[in-house]
């Protein structure tokens, strides 16, 4: 069965350039123009990856409340910004509400194609892990990969892929510090300090939300990143 991506863009001819290129690439494609269409379809049927506008229509920031709705939804539904907007502001606030990556427009179709199917191979890793790593547990801390789903004493913690490799990366050698490029390298992304540290803060206040005494992610000041148990 071909994969699904859903395209949420306001402008129709750079909507059917995306879609025609998709096509091309072998996905089944479907588009939408503003956010109450996408979100009405997401709710028929998930896609498999969505691409979305920040702006779209009438609302400036229409992109980002769909991710928002979205992600309460459907935490481990890929989703990328395509956006004319390409100010950091922009990208770590899409970032920070759970989009899996943030691409501008500027960007060529076949950059765009690369960056998809690399965030399909991160989704394929996690659905077809190493039989000895399908459950990985660390003290409180139970990451299921075959389920794609982590929890901590018990309770499900809803993280995106980004974060779900991150804290992957970082519990697999408890005690190891993980510097930016290698937390880019596990979770196949290409980020900068900022959006990393974003990331990082997003993990920990989801863990606070269910433990508000959580440490095991700290910070190595000027190194990187480690898990404790």
Same mark, same amino acid.
């Given at each position: 069965?071909?994969?699904?991506?859903?395209?949420?863009?306001?402008?129709?001819?750079?909507?059917?350039?995306?879609?025609?290129? &998709?096509?091309?690439?072998?996905?089944?494609?479907?588009?939408?123009?503003?956010?109450?269409?996408?979100?009405?379809?997401?709710?028929?049927?998930?896609?498999?990856?969505?691409?979305?506008?920040?702006?779209? /229509?009438?609302?400036?920031?229409?992109?980002?409340?769909?991710?928002?709705?979205?992600?309460?939804?459907? $935490?481990?539904? $890929?989703?990328?910004?395509?956006?004319?907007?390409?100010?950091?502001?922009?990208?770590?606030?899409?970032?920070?509400? /759970?989009?899996?990556?943030?691409?501008?427009?500027? +960007?060529?179709?076949?950059?765009?194609?690369?960056?998809?199917?690399?965030?399909?191979?991160?989704?394929?890793?996690?659905?077809?892990?190493?039989?000895?790593?399908?459950?990985?547990?660390?003290?409180?801390?139970?990451?299921?990969?075959?389920?794609?789903?982590?929890?901590?004493?018990?309770?499900?913690?809803?993280?995106?892929?980004?974060? &779900?490799?991150?804290?992957?990366?970082?519990?697999?050698? $408890?005690?190891?510090?993980?510097?930016?490029?290698?937390?880019?390298?596990?979770?196949?992304?290409?980020?900068?300090?900022?959006?990393?540290?974003?990331?990082?803060?997003?993990?920990?206040?989801?863990?606070?939300? +269910?433990? $508000?005494? &959580?440490?095991? +992610?700290?910070?190595?000041?000027?190194?990187?990143?480690?898990?404790?148990?």
């Amino acid at each position: 069965m071909k994969r699904l991506i859903a395209i949420v863009e306001d402008e129709p001819a750079i909507r059917d350039n995306y879609a025609a290129a &998709f096509s091309r690439e072998g996905f089944a494609v479907r588009t939408y123009p503003d956010r109450k269409q996408a979100l009405a379809a997401c709710a028929a049927r998930l896609p498999d990856l969505a691409v979305i506008d920040i702006s779209l /229509g009438d609302e400036p920031e229409g992109g980002f409340e769909l991710v928002r709705e979205l992600r309460a939804r459907a $935490p481990e539904l $890929p989703i990328i910004f395509l956006t004319a907007r390409d100010s950091e502001l922009d990208a770590v606030s899409g970032l920070r509400l /759970g989009a899996d990556d943030f691409l501008t427009k500027d +960007l060529s179709l076949p950059h765009l194609l690369a960056r998809v199917h690399a965030l399909f191979r991160r989704v394929d890793a996690l659905r077809r892990p190493a039989a000895v790593e399908q459950v990985l547990r660390r003290g409180a801390l139970t990451l299921d990969t075959e389920r794609m789903q982590v929890s901590w004493d018990g309770q499900i913690v809803l993280l995106s892929l980004t974060e &779900f490799w991150i804290v992957h990366a970082l519990a697999r050698h $408890p005690g190891h510090v993980r510097n930016r490029q290698q937390l880019m390298d596990a979770a196949n992304v290409v980020l900068d300090d900022n959006t990393i540290t974003s990331h990082v803060k997003r993990i920990r206040r989801k863990f606070q939300q +269910l433990a $508000p005494q &959580f440490d095991a +992610l700290q910070t190595v000041y000027g190194m990187g990143y480690r898990w404790v148990e």
